[in-house]
Protein backbone atom coordinates (compact mmCIF):
# COMPACT_ATOMS: atom_id res chain seq x y z
CA UNK A 1 0.00 0.00 0.00
CA UNK A 2 1.46 3.20 -0.92
CA UNK A 3 1.25 6.67 0.91
CA UNK A 4 -1.51 7.74 -1.50
CA UNK A 5 -3.44 4.59 -0.79
CA UNK A 6 -2.75 5.11 3.05
CA UNK A 7 -3.70 9.00 3.23
CA UNK A 8 -7.03 8.21 1.47
CA UNK A 9 -7.28 5.32 3.93
CA UNK A 10 -6.73 8.02 6.42
CA UNK A 11 -9.03 10.47 5.35
CA UNK A 12 -11.81 7.44 5.25
CA UNK A 13 -11.37 7.13 8.61
CA UNK A 14 -9.61 3.76 8.49
CA UNK A 15 -8.06 3.54 12.00
CA UNK A 16 -5.41 1.12 10.95
CA UNK A 17 -4.06 3.17 7.90
CA UNK A 18 -3.56 5.92 10.13
CA UNK A 19 -1.25 3.76 12.88
CA UNK A 20 0.49 2.81 9.49
CA UNK A 21 1.08 6.32 8.96
CA UNK A 22 2.26 7.19 12.28
CA UNK A 23 4.71 4.17 13.10
CA UNK A 24 5.88 5.31 9.38
CA UNK A 25 7.13 9.01 9.85
CA UNK A 26 7.31 9.12 13.73
CA UNK A 27 10.76 8.57 14.08
CA UNK A 28 11.35 11.46 11.55
CA UNK A 29 9.04 13.77 13.23
CA UNK A 30 10.83 13.04 16.37
CA UNK A 31 14.21 13.27 14.74
CA UNK A 32 12.78 17.19 13.81
CA UNK A 33 11.65 18.01 17.14
CA UNK A 34 14.67 16.78 18.30
CA UNK A 35 16.95 18.98 16.23
CA UNK A 36 14.82 21.95 17.35
CA UNK A 37 14.17 21.56 21.29
CA UNK A 38 17.00 19.52 22.38
CA UNK A 39 15.00 17.74 24.93
CA UNK A 40 14.03 14.50 24.59
CA UNK A 41 10.34 14.93 26.64
CA UNK A 42 9.08 18.72 24.96
CA UNK A 43 10.16 16.61 21.28
CA UNK A 44 8.08 13.73 22.08
CA UNK A 45 5.21 15.93 23.43
CA UNK A 46 5.62 17.87 20.26
CA UNK A 47 5.70 15.34 17.61
CA UNK A 48 2.39 13.78 18.97
CA UNK A 49 1.11 16.87 19.27
CA UNK A 50 2.13 17.54 15.11
CA UNK A 51 0.29 13.91 14.93
CA UNK A 52 -3.03 15.43 15.79
CA UNK A 53 -2.66 18.60 13.80
CA UNK A 54 -1.59 16.22 11.00
CA UNK A 55 -5.06 13.55 11.56
CA UNK A 56 -6.94 17.39 11.59
CA UNK A 57 -5.69 18.70 8.62
CA UNK A 58 -5.15 15.65 6.76
CA UNK A 59 -7.94 17.01 3.75
CA UNK A 60 -5.40 19.89 3.59
CA UNK A 61 -2.83 17.77 1.77
CA UNK A 62 -4.43 16.45 -1.34
CA UNK A 63 -1.45 15.10 -3.31
CA UNK A 64 0.94 12.58 -1.43
CA UNK A 65 4.06 13.82 -2.79
CA UNK A 66 3.23 16.98 -0.78
CA UNK A 67 3.15 15.31 2.38
CA UNK A 68 6.47 14.72 3.65
CA UNK A 69 6.92 18.51 2.67
CA UNK A 70 3.99 19.67 4.71
CA UNK A 71 4.63 17.09 7.69
CA UNK A 72 8.16 18.86 8.15
CA UNK A 73 6.65 22.29 8.11
CA UNK A 74 3.90 21.41 10.58
CA UNK A 75 6.49 20.44 12.47
CA UNK A 76 8.47 23.13 12.49
CA UNK A 77 6.00 25.38 13.19
CA UNK A 78 5.12 23.78 16.27
CA UNK A 79 8.33 23.67 17.34
CA UNK A 80 9.04 27.30 16.72
CA UNK A 81 5.95 28.26 18.55
CA UNK A 82 7.39 26.05 21.46
CA UNK A 83 10.81 27.44 21.43
CA UNK A 84 8.60 31.08 22.05
CA UNK A 85 6.24 29.87 24.37
CA UNK A 86 9.45 28.86 26.31
CA UNK A 87 11.69 32.01 25.62
CA UNK A 88 8.67 33.91 26.33
CA UNK A 89 8.44 31.81 30.12
CA UNK A 90 12.21 30.36 30.54
CA UNK A 91 12.87 27.44 33.01
CA UNK A 92 12.99 28.40 36.46
CA UNK A 93 16.54 27.66 36.36
CA UNK A 94 19.02 28.75 33.61
CA UNK A 95 21.37 26.35 32.04
CA UNK A 96 23.90 26.76 29.91
CA UNK A 97 23.66 26.19 26.21
CA UNK A 98 26.21 24.12 25.64
CA UNK A 99 26.44 22.98 29.02
CA UNK A 100 23.10 22.03 28.63
CA UNK A 101 23.53 20.40 25.19
CA UNK A 102 27.20 18.33 26.61
CA UNK A 103 24.59 16.57 29.47
CA UNK A 104 22.20 15.95 26.88
CA UNK A 105 24.95 14.06 24.73
CA UNK A 106 26.50 12.46 27.27
CA UNK A 107 23.55 11.42 29.08
CA UNK A 108 21.90 7.94 29.40
CA UNK A 109 18.84 8.69 27.27
CA UNK A 110 17.86 5.53 26.14
CA UNK A 111 16.20 7.27 22.75
CA UNK A 112 19.21 9.01 21.66
CA UNK A 113 19.72 6.00 19.57
CA UNK A 114 21.99 8.09 17.31
CA UNK A 115 24.18 9.29 19.87
CA UNK A 116 25.27 6.10 21.39
CA UNK A 117 27.90 6.58 18.70
CA UNK A 118 30.68 9.12 19.64
CA UNK A 119 31.40 10.18 16.40
CA UNK A 120 27.29 11.57 16.02
CA UNK A 121 27.53 12.75 19.54
CA UNK A 122 30.17 14.80 18.10
CA UNK A 123 28.59 16.47 15.11
CA UNK A 124 25.12 16.89 17.20
CA UNK A 125 27.16 18.89 19.62
CA UNK A 126 28.80 20.76 16.60
CA UNK A 127 25.42 21.63 15.77
CA UNK A 128 24.37 23.05 18.64
CA UNK A 129 27.33 25.52 17.95
CA UNK A 130 25.95 26.64 14.66
CA UNK A 131 23.61 29.63 14.19
CA UNK A 132 19.95 28.98 14.30
CA UNK A 133 19.96 29.66 10.67
CA UNK A 134 22.61 27.43 9.77
CA UNK A 135 21.55 24.92 11.67
CA UNK A 136 18.08 25.05 10.59
CA UNK A 137 19.24 25.22 7.19
CA UNK A 138 21.26 21.85 7.81
CA UNK A 139 18.67 20.10 9.40
CA UNK A 140 16.32 20.98 6.35
CA UNK A 141 18.78 20.61 3.01
CA UNK A 142 21.46 18.29 4.40
CA UNK A 143 19.58 15.79 7.30
CA UNK A 144 15.83 15.81 5.77
CA UNK A 145 17.37 15.88 1.98
CA UNK A 146 14.48 18.69 1.17
CA UNK A 147 14.89 20.82 -1.64
CA UNK A 148 16.45 24.34 -1.75
CA UNK A 149 13.49 26.06 -3.14
CA UNK A 150 11.06 24.55 -0.20
CA UNK A 151 13.33 25.88 2.23
CA UNK A 152 13.38 29.17 1.18
CA UNK A 153 9.46 29.18 1.44
CA UNK A 154 9.75 27.70 4.43
CA UNK A 155 11.96 29.75 6.12
CA UNK A 156 10.57 32.60 4.18
CA UNK A 157 14.52 33.25 2.86
CA UNK A 158 15.94 34.21 -0.59
CA UNK A 159 16.31 31.83 -2.69
CA UNK A 160 19.77 33.16 -3.30
CA UNK A 161 20.85 32.97 0.43
CA UNK A 162 19.59 29.64 1.16
CA UNK A 163 22.30 28.50 -1.83
CA UNK A 164 24.87 30.50 -0.81
CA UNK A 165 24.70 29.84 3.01
CA UNK A 166 24.01 26.24 2.54
CA UNK A 167 27.74 25.64 1.35
CA UNK A 168 28.78 28.06 3.77
CA UNK A 169 26.65 26.55 6.88
CA UNK A 170 28.53 23.12 6.18
CA UNK A 171 31.28 24.31 5.84
CA UNK A 172 31.35 25.88 9.15
CA UNK A 173 30.05 22.63 10.49
CA UNK A 174 33.37 20.42 9.01
CA UNK A 175 35.29 23.24 10.98
CA UNK A 176 33.56 23.09 14.17
CA UNK A 177 33.79 18.95 14.23
CA UNK A 178 37.53 19.34 13.06
CA UNK A 179 38.08 21.26 16.63
CA UNK A 180 35.76 19.36 18.08
CA UNK A 181 37.54 16.14 17.27
CA UNK A 182 41.05 17.80 17.75
CA UNK A 183 39.94 18.48 21.14
CA UNK A 184 38.31 14.91 21.64
CA UNK A 185 41.64 12.96 20.42
CA UNK A 186 43.57 15.27 22.94
CA UNK A 187 41.90 14.28 25.75
CA UNK A 188 42.89 11.30 27.41
CA UNK A 189 41.28 8.45 27.47
CA UNK A 190 39.35 7.51 30.54
CA UNK B 1 68.86 24.02 -43.28
CA UNK B 2 69.57 27.32 -41.45
CA UNK B 3 70.35 27.59 -37.89
CA UNK B 4 66.69 28.86 -37.08
CA UNK B 5 65.07 25.71 -38.74
CA UNK B 6 67.98 23.50 -37.12
CA UNK B 7 66.37 24.71 -33.33
CA UNK B 8 62.91 24.42 -34.48
CA UNK B 9 63.32 20.95 -35.13
CA UNK B 10 65.69 19.93 -32.24
CA UNK B 11 63.67 18.88 -30.14
CA UNK B 12 61.52 16.48 -32.56
CA UNK B 13 65.33 15.36 -33.80
CA UNK B 14 66.31 14.29 -29.90
CA UNK B 15 62.78 12.56 -29.59
CA UNK B 16 63.11 10.52 -33.05
CA UNK B 17 60.44 12.13 -33.99
CA UNK B 18 61.07 13.76 -37.54
CA UNK B 19 60.47 12.35 -40.94
CA UNK B 20 63.49 10.51 -42.84
CA UNK B 21 63.66 13.55 -44.94
CA UNK B 22 63.91 16.05 -41.91
CA UNK B 23 66.10 14.27 -40.13
CA UNK B 24 68.53 14.11 -42.86
CA UNK B 25 68.48 17.79 -43.53
CA UNK B 26 68.80 18.29 -39.64
CA UNK B 27 72.27 15.81 -39.76
CA UNK B 28 73.26 17.44 -42.66
CA UNK B 29 73.36 20.90 -41.02
CA UNK B 30 75.13 19.49 -37.52
CA UNK B 31 78.34 18.63 -39.54
CA UNK B 32 78.54 21.99 -41.46
CA UNK B 33 77.50 23.93 -38.44
CA UNK B 34 79.53 24.16 -35.29
CA UNK B 35 77.44 26.58 -33.01
CA UNK B 36 74.54 24.08 -33.36
CA UNK B 37 76.67 21.02 -32.44
CA UNK B 38 77.55 22.56 -29.81
CA UNK B 39 74.17 23.49 -28.95
CA UNK B 40 72.70 19.92 -29.54
CA UNK B 41 75.44 19.02 -27.05
CA UNK B 42 73.57 21.26 -24.17
CA UNK B 43 70.46 20.31 -24.90
CA UNK B 44 71.31 16.47 -24.47
CA UNK B 45 73.19 16.98 -21.28
CA UNK B 46 70.04 19.18 -19.44
CA UNK B 47 67.75 16.45 -19.95
CA UNK B 48 70.10 13.97 -18.36
CA UNK B 49 69.74 16.37 -15.33
CA UNK B 50 68.82 14.23 -12.22
CA UNK B 51 65.38 15.38 -10.63
CA UNK B 52 65.70 16.90 -7.66
CA UNK B 53 63.62 17.32 -4.56
CA UNK B 54 63.01 21.19 -3.86
CA UNK B 55 62.52 22.11 -0.43
CA UNK B 56 59.02 21.52 0.90
CA UNK B 57 58.05 25.30 2.02
CA UNK B 58 59.01 26.38 -1.27
CA UNK B 59 55.91 26.56 -3.08
CA UNK B 60 54.74 28.32 -0.12
CA UNK B 61 57.60 30.42 0.06
CA UNK B 62 56.56 31.53 -3.49
CA UNK B 63 53.15 31.32 -3.13
CA UNK B 64 53.44 34.03 -0.08
CA UNK B 65 55.59 36.54 -2.47
CA UNK B 66 53.08 35.75 -5.22
CA UNK B 67 49.26 35.33 -4.59
CA UNK B 68 48.87 34.57 -1.47
CA UNK B 69 47.73 30.78 0.46
CA UNK B 70 45.59 29.26 -1.78
CA UNK B 71 43.03 27.78 1.01
CA UNK B 72 40.53 30.14 0.96
CA UNK B 73 40.02 29.97 -2.74
CA UNK B 74 39.66 25.44 -1.84
CA UNK B 75 37.41 26.27 0.43
CA UNK B 76 34.86 27.62 -1.79
CA UNK B 77 34.79 24.69 -3.63
CA UNK B 78 35.52 22.07 -1.06
CA UNK B 79 31.34 21.50 -0.57
CA UNK B 80 31.27 20.68 -4.22
CA UNK B 81 34.36 18.34 -4.42
CA UNK B 82 32.77 16.44 -1.84
CA UNK B 83 29.15 16.34 -3.40
CA UNK B 84 30.96 15.52 -6.52
CA UNK B 85 30.20 18.86 -8.66
CA UNK B 86 32.96 19.93 -9.65
CA UNK B 87 34.49 19.68 -12.89
CA UNK B 88 37.12 16.99 -13.35
CA UNK B 89 40.04 19.55 -14.29
CA UNK B 90 39.71 21.70 -11.44
CA UNK B 91 39.28 18.72 -8.80
CA UNK B 92 42.17 17.34 -10.00
CA UNK B 93 44.51 20.58 -9.26
CA UNK B 94 42.15 21.38 -5.75
CA UNK B 95 43.61 17.34 -5.01
CA UNK B 96 46.63 18.79 -5.82
CA UNK B 97 46.61 21.69 -2.92
CA UNK B 98 44.75 19.35 -0.56
CA UNK B 99 47.65 16.72 -0.51
CA UNK B 100 49.85 19.63 0.41
CA UNK B 101 47.33 21.16 2.74
CA UNK B 102 46.91 19.25 6.30
CA UNK B 103 43.67 21.61 7.13
CA UNK B 104 41.68 21.66 4.02
CA UNK B 105 42.39 18.04 3.83
CA UNK B 106 41.31 17.45 6.98
CA UNK B 107 38.05 19.74 6.34
CA UNK B 108 37.19 17.55 3.15
CA UNK B 109 37.10 14.50 5.65
CA UNK B 110 34.92 15.77 8.11
CA UNK B 111 32.87 17.22 5.04
CA UNK B 112 32.88 13.61 3.41
CA UNK B 113 31.83 12.60 6.87
CA UNK B 114 29.00 14.39 7.12
CA UNK B 115 27.49 14.00 3.58
CA UNK B 116 27.46 10.18 4.77
CA UNK B 117 26.12 10.57 8.30
CA UNK B 118 23.50 13.67 8.57
CA UNK B 119 21.12 11.84 6.34
CA UNK B 120 21.45 9.39 9.00
CA UNK B 121 20.54 12.11 11.55
CA UNK B 122 17.00 12.54 9.66
CA UNK B 123 15.17 9.54 12.48
CA UNK B 124 15.42 8.58 15.65
CA UNK B 125 12.64 6.05 17.80
CA UNK B 126 10.46 8.09 20.56
CA UNK B 127 10.01 4.67 22.79
CA UNK B 128 8.01 1.92 22.26
CA UNK B 129 4.47 4.19 24.28
CA UNK B 130 4.82 7.21 21.67
CA UNK B 131 2.38 5.51 18.70
CA UNK B 132 -0.01 4.15 21.54
CA UNK B 133 -0.26 7.78 23.02
CA UNK B 134 -0.69 9.38 19.49
CA UNK B 135 -3.65 6.64 18.77
CA UNK B 136 -5.25 7.44 22.14
CA UNK B 137 -4.74 10.76 21.43
CA UNK B 138 -6.31 10.77 17.20
CA UNK B 139 -9.23 8.19 18.68
CA UNK B 140 -11.38 10.64 20.32
CA UNK B 141 -11.25 13.06 17.05
CA UNK B 142 -12.44 9.80 14.99
CA UNK B 143 -14.92 12.13 12.47
CA UNK B 144 -18.65 10.87 13.26
CA UNK B 145 -20.48 8.94 10.80
CA UNK B 146 -23.39 10.47 8.80
CA UNK B 147 -26.32 9.90 9.97
CA UNK B 148 -29.90 11.31 8.76
CA UNK B 149 -31.68 13.65 11.62
CA UNK B 150 -34.22 11.01 12.89
CA UNK B 151 -31.50 8.61 13.87
CA UNK B 152 -29.11 11.01 15.26
CA UNK B 153 -31.55 12.58 17.66
CA UNK B 154 -32.90 9.14 18.26
CA UNK B 155 -29.22 7.89 18.82
CA UNK B 156 -28.88 11.70 20.99
CA UNK B 157 -31.57 10.44 22.89
CA UNK B 158 -30.24 7.29 23.82
CA UNK B 159 -26.96 8.24 25.11
CA UNK B 160 -28.81 11.17 27.09
CA UNK B 161 -31.20 8.52 29.10
CA UNK B 162 -28.50 6.34 29.29
CA UNK B 163 -26.23 8.38 32.06
CA UNK B 164 -25.96 7.66 35.74
CA UNK B 165 -27.13 10.74 36.67
CA UNK B 166 -30.09 11.39 34.04
CA UNK B 167 -32.42 10.52 36.86
CA UNK B 168 -31.34 13.07 38.80
CA UNK B 169 -31.17 15.73 36.35
CA UNK B 170 -34.58 15.03 35.40
CA UNK B 171 -35.78 15.07 39.27
CA UNK B 172 -34.27 18.45 39.00
CA UNK B 173 -36.03 19.30 35.91
CA UNK B 174 -38.90 18.22 37.33
CA UNK B 175 -38.32 20.51 40.68
CA UNK B 176 -37.60 23.52 38.91
CA UNK B 177 -41.44 23.06 36.76
CA UNK B 178 -43.01 21.92 39.71
CA UNK B 179 -42.04 24.93 41.56
CA UNK B 180 -42.10 27.48 37.94
CA UNK B 181 -45.71 26.24 37.98
CA UNK B 182 -46.81 26.97 42.02
CA UNK B 183 -45.32 29.71 42.16
CA UNK B 184 -43.04 30.77 44.77
CA UNK B 185 -42.01 27.50 47.11
CA UNK B 186 -41.46 29.49 49.66
CA UNK B 187 -44.82 30.84 50.02
CA UNK B 188 -46.49 28.35 48.22
CA UNK B 189 -45.11 25.00 50.43
CA UNK B 190 -45.60 27.22 53.71
CA UNK B 191 -49.08 26.15 54.28
CA UNK B 192 -48.70 22.83 52.87
CA UNK B 193 -48.63 20.81 55.79
CA UNK B 194 -51.34 22.71 57.38
CA UNK B 195 -53.70 22.71 54.15
CA UNK B 196 -52.86 19.15 53.78
CA UNK B 197 -53.92 18.43 57.62
CA UNK B 198 -57.17 20.52 56.85
CA UNK B 199 -58.07 19.06 53.64
CA UNK B 200 -57.74 15.30 55.30
CA UNK B 201 -59.95 16.29 58.55
CA UNK B 202 -62.81 17.64 56.55
CA UNK B 203 -62.99 15.23 53.75
CA UNK B 204 -61.34 11.67 55.30
CA UNK B 205 -58.59 11.71 52.46
CA UNK B 206 -57.12 14.30 50.92
CA UNK B 207 -55.49 15.02 47.28
CA UNK B 208 -52.72 16.08 46.02
CA UNK B 209 -54.14 18.49 43.97
CA UNK B 210 -56.44 20.33 46.83
CA UNK B 211 -52.98 20.83 48.65
CA UNK B 212 -50.87 22.12 46.06
CA UNK B 213 -53.43 24.18 44.43
CA UNK B 214 -54.19 28.17 45.45
CA UNK B 215 -56.29 28.47 49.14
CA UNK B 216 -59.31 29.18 46.51
CA UNK B 217 -59.94 25.67 45.73
CA UNK B 218 -58.53 23.70 49.32
CA UNK B 219 -62.22 23.75 50.17
CA UNK B 220 -63.00 20.58 48.53
CA UNK B 221 -61.92 18.12 46.59
CA UNK B 222 -63.94 19.11 43.43
CA UNK B 223 -62.37 22.51 43.16
CA UNK B 224 -59.65 21.40 40.87
CA UNK B 225 -62.44 20.02 38.75
CA UNK B 226 -64.60 23.41 38.60
CA UNK B 227 -61.51 25.32 38.74
CA UNK B 228 -60.82 23.71 35.57
CA UNK B 229 -64.18 24.37 34.20
CA UNK B 230 -64.16 27.79 34.65
CA UNK B 231 -61.09 27.96 32.96
CA UNK B 232 -61.37 25.68 30.18
CA UNK B 233 -65.25 28.05 29.48
CA UNK B 234 -63.02 30.40 27.90
CA UNK B 235 -61.32 27.50 25.33
CA UNK B 236 -63.67 25.72 22.41
CA UNK B 237 -66.00 22.87 22.81
CA UNK B 238 -63.30 20.26 21.62
CA UNK B 239 -60.31 21.84 24.31
CA UNK B 240 -63.27 22.04 27.15
CA UNK B 241 -63.48 18.38 26.64
CA UNK B 242 -59.85 17.84 26.66
CA UNK B 243 -59.63 19.32 29.83
CA UNK B 244 -62.11 18.10 31.89
CA UNK B 245 -60.61 14.44 30.82
CA UNK B 246 -57.37 15.70 31.79
CA UNK B 247 -58.78 16.95 35.09
CA UNK B 248 -60.44 13.41 35.60
CA UNK B 249 -56.94 11.51 35.14
CA UNK B 250 -55.47 13.70 37.49
CA UNK B 251 -57.73 13.31 40.03
CA UNK B 252 -57.33 9.46 39.95
CA UNK B 253 -53.39 9.87 40.14
CA UNK B 254 -53.68 11.77 43.12
CA UNK B 255 -56.35 9.42 44.64
CA UNK B 256 -53.26 6.54 43.51
CA UNK B 257 -50.57 8.58 45.33
CA UNK B 258 -52.82 8.84 48.19
CA UNK B 259 -53.52 5.38 48.70
CA UNK B 260 -49.14 5.01 47.95
CA UNK B 261 -48.97 7.28 50.51
CA UNK B 262 -51.33 5.63 53.26
CA UNK B 263 -49.60 2.33 52.18
CA UNK B 264 -53.21 1.12 51.65
CA UNK B 265 -52.30 -2.21 49.61
CA UNK B 266 -56.19 -2.96 48.71
CA UNK B 267 -56.48 0.45 47.29
CA UNK B 268 -52.87 0.15 45.48
CA UNK B 269 -53.94 -3.19 43.77
CA UNK B 270 -57.03 -1.48 42.67
CA UNK B 271 -54.70 1.35 40.72
CA UNK B 272 -54.19 -0.03 37.24
CA UNK B 273 -57.90 -0.90 37.09
CA UNK B 274 -59.03 2.49 37.99
CA UNK B 275 -56.30 4.36 36.05
CA UNK B 276 -58.00 1.82 33.50
CA UNK B 277 -61.06 3.43 33.85
CA UNK B 278 -60.25 7.04 34.31
CA UNK B 279 -58.94 6.63 31.09
CA UNK B 280 -61.89 5.17 29.10
CA UNK B 281 -63.67 7.98 30.90
CA UNK B 282 -61.49 10.40 29.25
CA UNK B 283 -61.61 8.48 25.96
CA UNK B 284 -65.13 8.58 25.96
CA UNK B 285 -65.00 12.29 26.99
CA UNK B 286 -62.73 13.33 24.27
CA UNK B 287 -63.93 11.20 21.50
CA UNK B 288 -67.73 10.40 21.91
CA UNK B 289 -68.79 9.35 18.82
CA UNK B 290 -65.84 6.86 18.26
CA UNK B 291 -67.09 5.58 21.88
CA UNK B 292 -70.50 5.65 21.09
CA UNK B 293 -70.07 3.71 18.13
CA UNK B 294 -68.21 1.07 20.10
CA UNK B 295 -70.47 0.13 22.44
Known amino acids: MDLSEILQSCRNGDELAWEALVRQFQARVYAIAYHYVANAEDARDLAQEVFVRIYQNLHLCA???????????????ACVDHIRRRKARPPAQDIDVVEATYLEAVGHNPEEQWAES???????????ELTDLNREIILLKDILGLPLEEIASMLKVPLGTIKSRSNRARLELAQKLVVLGGRYDSE??? | MNCSGFEDRLEKYQEGKLTPEDRRAVEEHLTACAFCRELMEIASESLNIPAIEPPQDLARSILERTSGPACRRAREHLCDFVDGNLEAGYGEILSLHMAHCSDCSALAASLA???????????LEPGMHFTFRVLRATSRLLP??????????QQWWLRLIQRPRFSWEAAYLATILLASVLGNPLT???ELALRAGEVYQSKGSFSWVSVALPGSLVRSETG????????AGALSNRQQELAKSAAVLFEQGTQSLQAAVRSDLQEMRALPRKALSALQRAWATLFPKKAGSRQ
Open chain 2, 144 to 153: EPRLNPRLRI
Open chain 2, 113 to 123: ELKETLPQMGE
Open chain 2, 188 to 190: TFH
Open chain 1, 188 to 190: PAT
Open chain 1, 63 to 77: DAHMFTPWMIRITRN
Open chain 1, 118 to 128: SRKRMIYRALR
Open chain 2, 224 to 231: AMKHTREF
